[in-house]
Nanobody, 124 residues
Framework: QVQLVESGGGSVQAGGSLRLSCTAS????????MGWFRQAPGKEREFVAA????????YAVDPVKGGFTISTDNAVNTVYLQMNSLKPEDTGLYYC?????????????????WGQGTQVTVSL
């Protein structure tokens, strides 16, 4: 089992920045892909970005989310999502997820493990 705990969410004004963290524990995740998804009220869960734990490959960050950067710190088993130039439409519950799969990285169904989510609210 893999346990994922997100943190770093909060309320920010448009144009501001937040850095989300996701710390993994449990079984070894060194061969896993870590993803970030978000879900706005009334909408489906949406892929944001993904990265292989060793940082050797960053999977497709949606172009419209150009202000977002994903990274890892293996020393503390943590994956980060740096979000800059935030907009109100970035508001939602942000989830961290882990998968041993190497394909289908942008699909929520690919991921075996999920965190509880951290809320991000962006206001005008």
């Amino acid at each position: 089992q893999v346990q994922l705990v997100e943190s770093g969410g909060g309320s920010v004004q448009a144009g501001g920045s937040l850095r989300l963290s996701c710390t993994a524990s449990g079984r070894t995740v060194s061969n896993y892909v870590m993803g970030w998804f978000r879900q706005a009220p009334g909408k489906e869960r949406e892929f944001v970005a993904a990265i292989r734990w060793n940082g050797t490959r960053t999977y497709a960050v949606d172009p419209v989310k150009g202000g977002f950067t994903i990274s890892t710190d293996n020393a503390v088993n943590t994956v980060y999502l740096q979000m800059n130039s935030l907009k109100p439409e970035d508001t939602g519950l942000y989830y961290c997820a882990a998968t041993a799969a190497g394909v289908g990285i942008s699909r929520a169904g690919t991921y075996e493990y999920w965190g509880q989510g951290t809320q991000v609210t962006v206001s005008l």
